[in-house]
Every structure is written in C-alpha cells, then in structure tokens.
C-alpha cells in the first residue's frame, strides 16, 4: 500500500506531458499549410508548436511536405500554439489550439504573400485573432470558430445565437434565432456556405425570413467562417443587413472517427473518416430531437407537438493534376402540431387549445463544386448547388357556440433554385490581387396562401402563383497593398433580378492603415441591395391583377470607420462608427400610411407597395476582448445605435428595432487537471445581455373589440417603447480525455435568473383586453458527448 501511495505520489508530480503519454492519453496534430489568396500548398514552411502554460515548455518543429502538410505525432493532450514561417510570407500563429485524445486535430494554415520583410508583421500575424478569413473583408468583419459556438454560454453550437455576443447584433426573440442588425430588420441577412448563397439553414423558419427556431447546421461539418455588418466585400451580396459566409471541414483522410451526443436538444452521431483508394475524406452527421424532452424537466412550452430531424454531409476527393471536387449538403424536417380542444371549458386555462395549428418546413441543399489552381498564382472555383423550402402552415379555431373547427389561415411556399457559379482568383504579385466571379441562379416557385376575413367571414385568397425566373450577379474586387501597412480595396457588385427586369450596380471601397502594430484605421463603403421574399411580388388585386410586379429592390449606402487598438499581446479594443442610407424601401401604395417593411419581422406582408420609402441607421460600437489567456477570456461589447424610416405618409419615425443601446459580455474560465492519469478540465461560462426595448404600435381597443381583431393606431406607429431586456445566461462544462476517447459533458441554463422579460402586447379576442407576452423563461439545456 505504501507503495502504491508513493507511486501516485510520484505520478502526480510528473510534467503533463510525461503524465499523459505514460497513460496514453495522446493524439497527432496534423494540417496543411496554403497561400491564402490563390489556396496553393506551401512546400518546406517551417511549423513549430509548444504546449501552452506548460512550464519551461519544448517547441517541437518539423517542415510541411510536397503536399503542404505536417505532422506531430502522439502529442500529449492539451492547448497548443502552432507558429509557421515561410520565406517570403508573413508568419501565421493559431493559439490554443485544442488537441483532446477522442479526435485527431487537422489545421489549415493560411499564409499571406509579406509586400516587405520587417519584423513588425511577424507581431501583428500574432495579434489578428479575429481578423477576417476572407482577405477582402476589411471592415465590420470578424471570424469565429466552431469552438467559440461551443464556449459561449447558451449558444447551443448555433452560429446566430453566438454572434449577439458581437457589438451591434441583437437577438429579435428568445423563442428563435433571428437576429437584429444594427438595427436592420432580420431578414437582411444573408446566408453562404462555400462561397454559394444558401437558404435560410434553420428549423421552424417561415418563408421571408432568415432564422428560426434552431440551426440546421451541425458543427461538426462547420469550419473557422466569417460573419460582416456592414459595408461587405464586393463578392457579397442581395442583402442590406449582415453575411455569414461559413466554412466546411474536411472529415480525417488518415483513420475513421465517431462522435455521439446526447441532450434534450436531440441525438447527435457523427462519422468521418477516408475514401477508398486515399486522397479523399467524408464526413456526415445525422440529428433527432423532440422536444417534448424540454416539457419533462417542467419548461412551459405549451402542448404543441414539436419535431426535428437534420443530415449534414461533406465530401471531399483529390484529382490530382485535374484538380479537388467536393459534395456538401444538408437537409432539415421540422414540424410542429397542435391538436386543441373542442371544449370550451379547457380554453380558460390554456386559450390555446381553441387554435389548433399545423407548422412546417423542410428544407435541403446539395452543392457539387470543383477547384483548380494554375501555377502559383490563379485558383477557379466552380459550384452547381441545388436548393428547396417547402413551407406548410395552416391555423384553426374552434368557433363559439358551437364548438366547430374553422379555418383561418392556410399557407404553402415551396421554392426550389439551381445555382451555378465560378469564381476567379488571380494573385499578380505581393501587391496585386483580382477576383472575380458570376452567379446564375433558376427560380422555381408555388406560392399558396389565404387568410379568413372577419367582415366577410369567407377566406380570402392573397396569393397563387406557380412559375420561374432568373436572377444574375457578378463581381469584381481588386486589392492594391503597396506596403504591408496600407491596403485598398476597390470593387463592384451587380445584381439582376429578371422577372421584372430590375438591376443595381453596387460599388464598394475599403482602405485600412496600420502606421504601428498597436493601431489600426479602416474605412468602408458600399451600395448594397436585396430582393423582397418572392411572394410579395404576386400580390392581386380584386380584379387579378398583380400589383406588385415592378417592385424595384430595396438599397442602402453602407458607411463605416473603424479603430483597433492592440495594447497587449492578447487584448484587443475597437471602436466603429456607422451611417446607413436606406432607399427604394416598400411601403404602402397610393395611401398616406406608416407601413414599411423595414418593420417586418418575417414572413410575408400583402400590402400594394412601391419604393418611395426611406430609413437610417446609424450609430457607435466598441468592444474590448481578452483571447484565451491561461484558460481566461472575455468579451464585452456596447453599441449605441438610432433605427428610423419614412412611409408613405412621409413622416420620420422610430423603428420596430431602435432599441438605442445594446450591451453583452461574454466571459469564460477553464481549470485543467491532471491527478493518478486523469486528464480533466472543467469550464464555466457566463453571458449577459442588456438591451433597450423594441418600439410597437399600441393597440385601439376599442376598434379592436368591435373588430373582433387587433386593430392598431397608425398614425401612432412604434411610439410605445418595450421595458428594457435583461437575461443572464451560463454555461459548465466538464471534458475528459481517456485513451483515445474523449467525453464532454455541459449544462447550458439561459436565462438562469427566470427573468420575466416583456416580449410585447396583442389583443386577446376571448377576454377583449390587451395582455402582455414574455420571452422564454429559464430554459436548461442538457448534452453528453462521447468522441473516439
């Protein structure tokens, strides 16, 4: 027994990384390092990787091969620092890096072409942590990982509710993931994956909009990616508000690999691994979740049935000389039903049971995309992407006396588009670079929906439309660095949109300088525009006619100037200051009214419009950060912001979303330990956000009871101002790394305070009073992983 004490003894006060190879808990770090303009692997770049917080730590070294790519093999598990040098190059650092035992870590390096050899780019390679992965993207751009999804308390692995942690971004619902702008509404945003637009990726989403209940997405298939606010690059565009522009990952092409979750959220099982014969990989995830899991552990979410199910996939394959090709997708089913009740004496404690309901979508896409590179100086990227929504909602309600089942909404939208794009990238020298590309897209539509009419008590036809159409963009943006400090950026957008043959030509500029490696000034400009949802363009008239059909696209001026501040060598501070233009907006046709889309949420709106409307954002943000740091980081950001418009009626007033101040803060600690070979680390996670009130228009409740109906005061449109929201969100995690298996259990509790947050007023025609809803209360979120 002495013995047996004296060895733990022993064993406890070996290193970590003697500890955790004497116990087996080590894995290989592998990747490839590539120029990052035209995508080429870099030969002979030296790559040096060091234990981090170990002390007196070893760098290991070792040169990329023919094929761009190193190795170190049976590293103990932990947080790594990777630095690759290349002549000619600036040096590119990733900070820790996470190596755990149940997974192989795969990296891809990006390096950019060094105008001049100074030492103080070196420095700055090392600061850039959030700089852009897209070169291109100058102003109000950052990248995320995969891992911050995962860290962030409450965010669930989803991309849009992680992002409200940035400045200027805003949750509009806690019940969704649609996310608010700088004070746009939430469906300017647009979303790509692999360089192609993609419909919006999200379960529950309603046709219109760009978010929904939760993100189809898996991040098991997702890479570092972009996410912009303003001003985007010139490759960008059809939309006024945000981009993400996500990445995939490629599967191991060396060993296969697993991953299984499960949580109240759903069953999770991954699989990736090689292709038969080498040279290529796959990887695919499969998900089911009913939420019905959630109403068990007593979270009010109402007797609806809901669903889910959703398969992402990517595959890749080298062709040699000929090239790479891969085949990406996902797919996503939702449904959510409500069967009611007949009986009267049920309504008066659950007033849902009288409007039974049915709500679905479906959605898919499958890309095949081709890549080649000449030389060392030109890369072309050809994608065919197929996509389809198929929306389906229909509402009831139980009349009064008699306890009938009436009909009084009933929608169907399924759109289906073919996607066919190339993209040109050309690097002439350190100081020159083009790309260019087009994208032809095929529209393939059938539009349904009625609405039952309280006056005439019949159900009235809003829209029927089958039929096709085209729209066409085409880019160009060109980069003059004419030294490693100063950066131009010039670049145009084209937008067709040829059912009613409307087009916008987009120009977009962006200059940054960097006189030290602490400072950094960027401006930025660009016209950008967006096409309304489909359906508002089929809107008739009593006569059939179409009313709608010359709707011109709505634009806006995007203005930014920004500030970065580098103090240290893992703080970074910026200011960004922002005015947007917004001009040809659809409001109400031949009337004086306040209506104008700017204000609507999502879905569609069937109003005679024409594009005399106008709006304006503008406002400050500034954010300060901590990267991960001794297993320390934080995020804080404030932003300061007006949203207005104009209708038809010419009037100036506040939007739905003129908040006029929003702040987070985003923190997060992880302790390590390692006692008798058990390698552990536990994490807590904490977030806050605090938001001014969304404006709404009150409610005549007079009219309203006579009407049977909400009925609004116009002439008073968004004047009342929500209270305040506040929530506190957080996050354990508790991670384990056995030999070659790695378990990872983690709590999310968003709004862990039950805060009764006040998420607007509507008229309840059973009490006829005007009654408050609130957002989500205490919601618990449960998952194990188990990756091997």
Same mark, same amino acid.
């Given at each position: 027994m002495k013995f047996l004490k004296l060895l733990l003894v022993l064993v406890a006060s070996l290193p970590l990384s003697w500890s955790a190879q004497l116990f087996g808990q080590t894995q290989n770090l592998k990747g490839q390092v590539i120029d990052k303009a035209v995508r080429y692997e870099l030969i002979g770049a030296r790559v040096q990787i060091a234990l981090v917080n170990e002390v007196n730590p070893q760098p290991l070294g070792t040169i990329t091969d023919a094929d761009g790519r190193f190795r170190f093999p049976n590293l103990p598990v932990g947080k790594y620092h990777v630095m690759v040098t290349y002549v000619g190059y600036k040096d590119a650092v990733a900070t820790n890096v996470v190596l755990d035992a149940g997974k192989e870590t795969d990296l891809i390096i990006e390096m950019e072409e060094a105008v001049m050899q100074q030492k103080e780019v070196v420095i700055t390679a090392k600061q850039a942590k959030q700089k852009p992965l897209n070169d291109l993207s100058l102003v109000s751009t950052r990248a995320f990982s995969v891992e911050e999804t995962r860290r962030f308390a409450a965010a669930v692995n989803d991309p849009a509710r992680m992002v409200t942690s940035y400045a200027g971004v805003v949750a509009a619902d806690d019940g969704n993931n649609h996310i608010v702008i700088r004070g746009n509404a939430p469906n300017g945003l647009l979303w790509r994956m692999e360089g192609v637009d993609i419909p919006n990726p999200n379960h529950f989403s309603s046709a219109g909009t760009s978010g929904g209940g939760i993100s189809i997405l898996s991040a098991q298939l997702l890479g570092n990616s972009d996410f912009s606010t303003g001003a985007f690059a010139a490759e960008y565009g059809n939309a006024l508000s945000g981009v993400f522009d996500l990445k995939l990952r490629k599967g191991n092409m060396d060993k296969r690999e697993f991953t299984?979750?499960?949580?109240?959220?759903?069953?999770?099982?991954?699989?990736?691994?090689?292709?038969? %014969?080498?040279?290529?990989?796959?990887?695919?995830?499969?998900r089911y979740s009913t939420l019905s899991l959630l109403g068990k552990l007593g979270v009010p979410l109402g007797d609806a049935v809901t669903n889910f199910q959703d398969l992402s996939f990517n595959v890749w394959k080298s062709a040699g000389k000929a090239g790479s090709f891969s085949l990406f997708?996902?797919?996503?089913?939702?449904?959510?039903?409500?069967?009611?009740?007949?009986?009267?004496?049920?309504?008066?404690?659950?007033?849902?049971?009288?409007?039974?309901?049915?709500?679905?979508?479906?959605?898919?896409?499958?890309?095949?995309?081709?890549? +080649?590179?000449?030389?060392?100086n030109t890369h072309l990227k050809t994608a065919l992407v197929l996509s389809g929504v198929d929306n389906v909602q229909e509402g009831n309600q139980y009349t009064v006396p008699d306890g009938k089942l009436r009909l009084d909404f009933d929608a169907g939208n399924l759109q289906t588009k073919a996607t066919l794009s190339s993209v040109l990238s050309h690097k002439f020298n350190a100081r020159h670079y083009l790309r260019s590309g087009v994208y032809i897209n095929q529209l393939y539509f059938r539009l349904r929906q009625r609405e039952f009419d309280v006056e005439t008590e019949q159900m009235q036809e809003y829209l029927r439309q089958?039929?096709?159409?085209?729209?066409?963009?085409?880019?160009?943006?060109?980069?003059?660095?004419?030294?490693?400090?100063?950066?131009?950026?010039? @670049? =145009? /957008?084209?937008?067709?949109?040829?059912?009613?043959?409307?087009?916008?030509?987009?120009?977009?500029?962006?200059?940054?300088?960097?006189?030290?490696?602490? /400072?950094?000034?960027?401006?930025?400009?660009?016209?950008?525009?967006?096409?309304?949802?489909l359906g508002m363009y089929f809107?008739?008239?009593?006569?059939?006619?179409?009313?709608?059909?010359?709707?011109?696209?709505? &634009?806006?001026?995007?203005? !930014?100037?920004?500030?970065?501040?580098?103090?240290? &060598?893992?703080? /970074?501070?910026?200011?960004?200051?922002?005015?947007?233009?917004?001009?040809?907006?659809?409001?109400?046709?031949?009337?004086?009214?306040?209506?104008? !889309?700017?204000?609507?949420?999502?879905?569609?709106?069937? /109003?005679?419009?024409?594009?005399?409307?106008?709006?304006?954002?503008? %406002?400050?943000?500034?954010? @300060?950060?901590?990267?991960?740091?001794?297993?320390?980081?934080?995020?804080?950001?404030?932003?300061?912001?007006?949203?207005?418009?104009?209708?038809?009626?010419?009037?100036?007033?506040?939007?739905?979303?003129?908040?006029?101040?929003?702040?987070?803060?985003?923190?997060? +600690?992880?302790?390590?330990?390692?006692?008798?070979?058990?390698?552990?680390?536990?994490?807590?996670? =904490?977030?806050?956000?605090?938001?001014? @009130?969304?404006?709404?228009?009150? =409610?005549?409740?007079?009219?309203? +009871?006579?009407?049977?109906?909400?009925?609004?005061?116009?002439?008073?449109?968004?004047?009342?101002?929500?209270?305040?929201?506040?929530?506190?969100?957080?996050?354990?995690?508790?991670?384990?790394?056995? +030999?070659?298996?790695?378990?990872t259990l983690s709590v999310d509790l968003q709004n862990v305070t039950n805060r009764q947050n006040i998420g607007g007023r509507y008229f309840n025609p059973d009490t006829k009073k005007v009654e408050t809803w609130h957002q989500a209360p205490l919601l618990p979120i449960l998952a194990y992983r188990v990756e091997f």
């Open positions: 299984f979750q499960a949580g109240v959220l759903g069953l999770d099982a991954a699989a990736e691994g090689p292709l038969k %014969g080498g040279n290529g990989s796959y990887l695919v995830n499969y997708g996902f797919g996503g089913l939702s449904k959510q039903t409500l069967e009611g009740d007949p009986d009267s004496s049920t309504w008066i404690e659950n007033p849902q049971l009288k409007y039974p309901f049915v709500f679905q979508t479906n959605t898919g896409v499958v890309g095949l995309t081709h890549s +080649k590179i000449w030389g060392s089958d039929g096709n159409s085209q729209t066409v963009q085409a880019f160009t943006q060109w980069q003059y660095k004419p030294t490693d400090r100063l950066t131009f950026n010039l @670049g =145009i /957008h084209s937008l067709a949109m040829l059912l009613n043959q409307k087009v916008s030509v987009e120009p977009r500029a962006a200059l940054q300088y960097a006189p030290t490696v602490q /400072h950094k000034f960027t401006l930025g400009y660009g016209l950008h525009s967006q096409v309304m949802p809107l008739k008239d009593q006569q059939g006619k179409l009313v709608n059909e010359s709707l011109d696209l709505s &634009k806006a001026h995007h203005m !930014v100037a920004a500030y970065d501040y580098y103090p240290g &060598k893992n703080l /970074h501070f910026k200011a960004e200051g922002y005015y947007q233009h917004l001009f040809n907006v659809p409001v109400d046709q031949g009337i004086a009214s306040s209506f104008s !889309v700017l204000n609507v949420f999502g879905g569609l709106e069937f /109003h005679a419009l024409d594009n005399s409307g106008k709006g304006r954002n503008y %406002g400050l943000e500034f954010t @300060g950060e901590q990267f991960l740091t001794r297993g320390f980081y934080w995020l804080a950001s404030v932003s300061l912001f007006r949203s207005e418009y104009q209708g038809s009626d010419r009037i100036w007033r506040n939007g739905r979303f003129d908040s006029k101040y929003a702040t987070s803060f985003t923190a997060g +600690k992880e302790w390590a330990w390692n006692r008798r070979g058990k390698n552990r680390a536990f994490g807590l996670n =904490i977030k806050t956000i605090g938001v001014g @009130g969304q404006k709404e228009t009150p =409610i005549n409740l007079e009219a309203s +009871k006579e009407r049977g109906e909400a009925v609004y005061y116009d002439e008073r449109a968004f004047s009342e101002q929500l209270p305040d929201y506040f929530r506190v969100d957080l996050g354990l995690r508790l991670k384990r790394n056995y +030999k070659n298996l790695t378990t």
